[in-house]
């Protein structure tokens, strides 16, 4: 793939990504991880660590400063939740470096499908429609 081939794809994932996170709060493991993997050919464990990286600075800044403005953003329990999430996102990758890359796949399907059925059966079940 010619380095401007590239260059395009990895913008598109961006913007798809950006748009998600926007819209829904999710982009890292829901796009960004299986367009890399699918798309881009990279290993499950290089999709995570990019993703990772490619998250930090964008999600942390332009996002939650448009939320914040809004009054959509409760500070003290964010910081409660970010410390729990570094802990886990260090210990899990910690391990998930050490894992064969096929069971992190089946992993990461087994969570998407769960996922999807919670998503599925919770509109199924909302009676505010």
């Known amino acids: 793939m010619a380095?401007?081939?590239n260059f395009v794809l990895l913008l598109l994932i961006g913007l798809t990504?950006?748009?998600a996170s926007g819209m829904f709060g999710i982009g890292g493991g829901v796009i960004v991880v299986p367009a890399l993997v699918l798309?881009?050919?990279?290993?499950l464990p290089?999709?995570?660590g990019t993703s990772l990286a490619i998250l930090l600075p964008p999600v942390g800044l332009a996002a939650v400063i448009e939320y914040f403005r809004h009054?959509?953003?409760d500070l003290k329990s964010a910081i409660v939740?970010?410390?729990?999430?570094?802990t886990g996102a260090w210990i899990s990758?910690?391990?998930a470096n050490r894992l064969p890359g096929s069971w992190l796949r089946v992993a990461f399907g087994v969570f998407i499908i769960c996922l999807g059925i919670y998503m599925i059966y919770g509109a199924l079940?909302?009676?505010s429609i």
Do not use: K, P, R
Request: cysteine-free.
């Open 46 to 48: 290089s999709a995570v």
């Open 17 to 19: 990504a950006g748009i």
């Open 39 to 43: 798309i881009m050919g990279f290993s």
């Open 3 to 5: 380095l401007g081939t």
């Open 81 to 86: 939740v970010a410390l729990g999430l570094f």
């Open 71 to 73: 009054g959509n953003v």
């Open 125 to 127: 079940t909302d009676t």
């Open 93 to 95: 990758a910690y391990f």
